[in-house]
């Protein structure tokens, strides 16, 4: 049983679109961070919310963690193919453990 | 460069034999994490360390797979007799210190090390 679940597995799109992943559980988390990982690179950090129902921008990006604490959203306005990449949700189930992440979201945006 | 560093980037074995991935991690961390991945199975955590010490080994296999961090020195993912199916990148991340309630416990990753077993 995957504790983190990511949707969709693999999304297509064009440039200028917008887009919604999910990562959620059945577990409550005390922070839940993002990270994006491109081909033949290690994945790379891009934010961590840590209240419920807390909201965070970066540029296009807008990351949700929700009030329960069980689940999160990365919404990206108007896509462009920079944003190509696996998007991975990552929690620790307790303190002092360390993350466990989920399968990913495989983003293509071509032009 | 004040990254994670891990050597080799690539690797090539035959079954049998035995690979050996180190990992140099950020300076001032003294946390070490091993992940796996494999296409669309995302990353597998296989064991975290702080110096001298495995914290966590819940994510390695119990047989060939071993994992250390000395007091000197890089971590070192070892494998020993390959076999096809350990064919896969293997992440080392660090941190300075684990989640806690005053820290979330975000990796830096390095670039991976990509094992092909023959």
């Known amino acids: 049983t995957q504790l983190l679940e990511q949707s969709p597995q693999f999304l297509s799109i064009q440039e200028g679109e917008n887009l919604t992943v999910y990562c959620n559980s059945s577990?409550?988390?005390?922070?839940l961070q993002w990270y994006r990982q491109e081909p033949g690179e290690g994945p790379v950090l891009l934010v961590t919310?840590?209240?419920?129902?807390e909201v965070k921008k970066l540029k296009r990006l807008t990351f949700q963690f929700g009030d329960a604490r069980k689940d999160s959203s990365l919404h990206i306005t108007a896509a462009q193919p920079g944003d190509t990449g696996l998007y991975l949700c990552?929690?620790?189930?307790?303190?002092?453990?360390?993350?466990?992440f989920g399968k990913g979201t495989t983003l293509s945006v071509s032009s | 460069n004040a990254g994670v560093m891990q050597n080799p980037r690539h690797l090539v074995r035959r079954r049998g034999q035995e690979a050996r991935l180190r990992c140099s991690p950020m300076?001032?961390?003294?946390?070490v994490y091993w992940y796996r991945q494999l296409p669309e199975e995302g990353l597998k955590f296989m064991v975290y360390?702080?110096?001298?010490?495995?914290?966590?080994e819940s994510g390695m296999p119990k047989e060939r797979f071993s994992a250390e961090f000395p007091k000197e020195g890089p971590s070192i993912l070892r494998i020993q007799q390959v076999v096809r199916g350990d064919s896969a990148a293997y992440f080392c991340?660090?941190?300075?210190?684990?989640?806690?309630?005053?820290?979330?416990?975000?990796?830096?990753f390095g670039e991976g090390s990509r094992l092909t077993v023959l």
């Open positions: 991340a660090s941190s300075p210190r684990p989640p806690s309630s005053g820290y979330t416990g975000e990796l830096f």
């Open positions: 577990s409550v988390f005390s922070s």
């Open positions: 919310v840590v209240t419920g129902g």
């Open positions: 990552a929690g620790a189930k307790q303190a002092g453990t360390a993350l466990i």
């Open positions: 300076k001032g961390h003294s946390h």
């Open positions: 360390l702080q110096k001298e010490n495995i914290i966590d």
